[in-house]
């Protein structure tokens, strides 16, 4: 199984809420599909793991027989991560290595990617192998269905985390309750950052604020408050064995509640002046819509 978790990890069991994620996205249209999918992934001083990550992925979805390519953004490195991705480049054609040479953040360097990006599809996925490879050809799959964006939950059932800090556990599990609350979605996963989109969503979700990690809130609520389809799949997630983990807790709770307020407040009082518009209808259904 794609989510299976090894014998002897320490593994937090998932929330007992399942997503029964329907075949196809409502109102499917056969001609949406998907041609290349693009994996932007931001990176800072990880020399330790950015080459193992871009291989296993680029493994991955050959395999799979998925057309892709790999954005990985430089944000400033001081180790030898940019040379590293420079010699990974000859090798894999599919990558695509860039610096971001403005102001750093994780949320700059994902807005850099994903105004970079080719493909006609997106997904967000971490440089330290923490996000499974094969939940990435999973999300193509589903976007194949006609959704616009689909979220990863590592707490329903069939995901799972391994070695999750029990500080950073209990408060993911407050945020993201609070954010369940405020927004009244079933998603209880808002601020993983590893999650897929249509190339639409994201050109609908602009302008992007935020420049740290509060980026992993804005871009799923504001494509769920802008009337996007959206489903969930059970993932698993890996704590990093190499390097340092780049979110410092205590100088982002005020961020993520600006992010939050923000979309929170266009979600009750912008009066839908930014929903995406509604798709034309093939020409054999002219008329269904009420």
């Not at 007992?16 to 001609?31: C, K, L, N, Q, Y």
């Not at 209990?170 to 808002?190: G, S």
């Not at 769920?224 to 890996?238: A, D, H, K, L, M």
């Amino acid at each position: 199984m794609p989510n299976d978790i090894p014998a002897g990890s320490t593994a937090v069991a998932a929330e007992s809420e399942v997503f029964a994620a329907p075949v196809a996205a409502p109102g499917f249209r056969a001609d949406r599909p998907l041609h290349k999918l693009s994996v932007v992934i931001p990176a800072r001083d990880e020399e330790g793991c950015i080459v193992a990550t871009v291989e296993h992925l680029h493994l991955e979805l050959r395999i799979q027989n998925v057309p892709h390519e790999i954005v990985v953004v430089d944000d400033g490195s001081t180790d030898s991560t940019w040379r590293l991705l420079e010699e990974t480049a000859r090798r894999i054609p599919e990558l695509s290595p860039v610096q971001n040479l403005g102001p750093h953040g994780f949320g700059r360097a994902i807005q850099r990617g994903l105004a970079m990006f080719s493909g006609d599809a997106v997904v967000i996925m971490m440089a330290d192998e923490s996000d499974d490879c094969r939940d990435v050809v999973r999300y193509w799959n589903m976007l194949q269905q006609g959704w616009d964006c689909v979220f990863g939950s590592r707490f329903m059932k069939g995901g799972g985390v391994i070695d999750y800090p029990r500080v950073k556990l209990f408060l993911n599990r407050m945020a993201n309750w609070f954010v369940r609350v405020l927004f009244r979605i079933r998603l209880n996963d808002t601020t993983n950052a590893f999650k897929a989109y249509r190339r639409e969503v994201i050109q609908g979700c602009l302008p992007i604020l935020a420049p740290h990690f509060n980026i992993t809130v804005e871009l799923p609520l504001k494509a769920i408050v802008r009337g996007y389809t959206w489903t969930v799949i059970p993932i698993t997630w890996r704590n990093r064995r190499t390097g340092m983990a780049k979110l410092k807790i205590r100088e982002m709770g005020s961020r993520y509640f600006f992010i939050v307020a923000y979309v929170w407040l266009e979600k009750y009082f912008s009066r839908g002046d930014y929903r995406r518009p509604d798709p034309p209808l093939p020409p054999d259904t002219e008329g269904e819509r009420s």
